[in-house]
């Protein structure tokens, strides 16, 4: 073939054969090769990497968001004991999963393409899409983890007013650090990384539900239910507390006394239980979303319409656009739920700052920088500890 029309670009190898090998012999034949990332040539030129581009950019602020909250909490007077430090730790692990956008940012084709332009980046020809992979898979598990032991804390002292995780720190690490270190391990040892879809090394197609999907929900599900129960709670409580104020505990029985000193505990928990109860909606859709996606769009394998889609495009019968839209269509992922699915996902950190980063952490800034300006820092009001409102 003299001539490649777009998006196609001429097989070099091929050439250079005379004929006898192509660049992949997957996306190249009669001289000519679907360029990497091939998925881009189903849509219209540059809507992808626009779009990618806009997640990419969602992704590295909610990282640097999630790394001010962070710092706060090392900073900060009081931060670093149970349960603040559960925030600590979530918005390390939201911080670590934004920022495994940096080996692809400004130029996804690092890690979604092989050396040659046309094969596809995975464990066995790209190391960065390796370490990007990686990166990812840690991040996305640690996250969910962290947050998951916010939520289960939040549960534990609002409904049984107990303190038990603070016992388990070692239990809380293993979960959030050691096991999502685990499959990151195990997919870069099994070399189960490559890219599909996006813009963005993880788990190939094969891989991803054992690896990624399959953990996520194992933490993410039940602690998502658990706080449901913690809402129910607090509405049966909230039911049945009125009018319990105005009792005298000298007139009640100890049975009675225990139980409304156990609602003024919970109507206090509430005014903090919102801000988890958005998290954990946030979260749990963002992975239900992500999930369905894959599970939706990834399953869409039928090849058969590629032939008439070539046909379209070297016949010139439309533009790139145009042949896309008449034969591609319905067998390539759905361009909105990609963006939706990917946005949400990358806005994890925002959404922990924004619940987080309240005003009196604003207030608690101020005074720990008057304290260094009029007292070198020595200026320090120890807080007394809570399980609601150091969080």
């Known amino acids: 073939m003299e001539e490649c029309v777009a998006p196609f670009v001429p097989d070099l190898v091929f050439r250079q054969s005379g004929g006898q090998s192509n660049t992949d012999d997957a996306f190249c034949g009669c001289g000519c090769c679907l360029p990497c ?9 540059g809507l992808l990497d626009d779009g990618f581009f806009i997640t990419d950019v969602l992704k590295g602020v909610s990282a640097g968001l999630a790394v001010i909250l962070a710092i706060s909490y090392v900073v900060l007077p009081d931060k670093l004991q149970h349960p603040s430090n559960l925030i600590l730790f979530a918005a390390i692990a939201t911080a670590i999963f934004g920022a495994a956008v940096a080996p692809s940012f400004g130029d996804p084709r690092k890690v979604q393409c092989s050396a040659n332009g046309v094969t596809v980046a995975s464990s066995y020809n790209n190391s960065l899409c390796t370490i990007q992979g990686a990166w990812l898979l840690f991040g996305a598990i640690a996250t969910v983890a962290w947050l998951s032991i916010v939520i289960i804390n939040l549960h534990l002292h609002t409904v ?3 303190n038990w995780l603070s016992r388990k720190a070692w239990l809380m690490h293993m979960v959030g650090w050691l096991i999502p270190a685990a499959f990151a391990a195990i997919a870069v040892v099994t070399k189960s ?9 993880m788990a190939t197609t094969e891989t991803s539900d054992v690896l990624l999907f399959i953990p996520l929900g194992v933490i993410m599900i039940p602690s998502t239910l658990l706080h449901v129960a913690t809402f ?3 509405i049966k409580v909230t039911l049945q507390a009125e009018g319990s104020d105005t009792v005298s505990h000298s007139t009640l029985s100890s049975g009675r006394a225990a139980r409304i ?6 109507m206090n928990a509430i005014r903090i239980q ?11 859709t963002s992975v239900l979303l992500y999930w369905s996606f894959y599970l939706v769009e990834g399953s869409k394998t039928d090849m058969s319409w590629m032939s008439t889609w070539q046909l379209c495009i070297f016949t010139k019968a439309g533009t790139q656009e145009e042949c896309g839209h008449r034969f591609a269509k319905g067998h390539v992922p759905d361009f909105v739920f990609m963006m939706i699915a990917e946005g949400l996902v990358s806005t994890t950190g925002l959404w922990i700052f924004l619940l987080f980063f309240k005003k009196s952490l604003m207030m608690e800034w101020k005074e720990y920088m008057s304290g ?19 969080i």
């Open 193 to 201: 990384i490559g890219w599909n879809n996006s813009n963005m090394c």
């Open 274 to 284: 919102w801000r988890a109860a958005v998290l954990a909606l946030v979260v749990s």
């Open 160 to 162: 049984w007013n107990s």
């Open 37 to 45: 990332p091939q998925t881009n040539a189903f849509y219209t030129p």
């Open 372 to 390: 260094w300006i009029c007292c070198g820092g020595r200026r320090h009001r120890r807080r007394a500890e809570d399980q609601f409102y150091v």
């Open 232 to 234: 129910c709670h607090i």
């Open 261 to 266: 000193t156990h609602r003024r505990h919970v």
